[in-house]
């Protein structure tokens, strides 16, 4: 009887540990996907609409797992150099050209941008807002045009 009781509870531990192992497993670098999700509010792919200098546009993500606070940070470059870049939730909607960048003080014109989908952590769980952070990107969409 004791011993079936013993075995018993000790499945039931190991079952408890590798539960709590699984659930906080953070995605691994490079597992994610990230692609547009829209431009100016219509379904990009869809509509045919292009992404354009103070045009507002969201994206689509995978792989965050369980993730509490995914990150994307678009970034848009003209000849080469940074112009415009933002980080912020995976779920915000980011205006290209932002209140005010080097894209703005151009005065608009195209720009080639990507974006990237990242989170934070430290040690083995995600960053909390205490600790060294240390950066894990996801995945980077395909470098996509936005007009002038």
């Known amino acids: 009887?004791?011993?079936?009781?013993a075995?018993?509870?000790s499945v039931l531990v190991a079952l408890a540990v590798v539960g709590v192992a699984s659930a906080g497993t953070l995605p691994a670098s490079g597992s994610g996907t990230i692609g547009l999700g829209s431009v100016?509010?219509?379904v990009a792919g869809f509509a045919r609409v292009q992404p354009h200098y103070e045009g507002t546009v969201t994206f689509n993500s995978a792989g965050t797992g369980k993730l509490k606070n995914p990150r994307i940070y678009v970034r848009c470059?003209?000849?080469?150099?940074?112009?415009?870049?933002?980080?912020?939730?995976?779920?915000d909607t980011f205006t290209l050209g932002g209140g005010w960048s080097l894209w703005v003080a151009n005065g608009g014109g195209s720009a080639q941008c990507w974006a990237d989908l990242f989170y934070f952590k430290t040690g083995n769980h995600e960053w909390?807002?205490?600790g060294q952070q240390e950066y894990v990107w996801l995945a980077?969409?395909?470098?996509?045009d936005a007009a002038g």
């Open 1 to 5: 009887m004791y011993r079936r009781l």
């Open 7 to 9: 075995l018993v509870l």
């Open 40 to 42: 100016d509010g219509s």
């Open 77 to 91: 470059y003209q000849n080469g150099v940074l112009v415009y870049g933002e980080a912020g939730g995976a779920s």
């Open 128 to 130: 909390n807002g205490s």
């Open 140 to 144: 980077t969409t395909p470098e996509w």
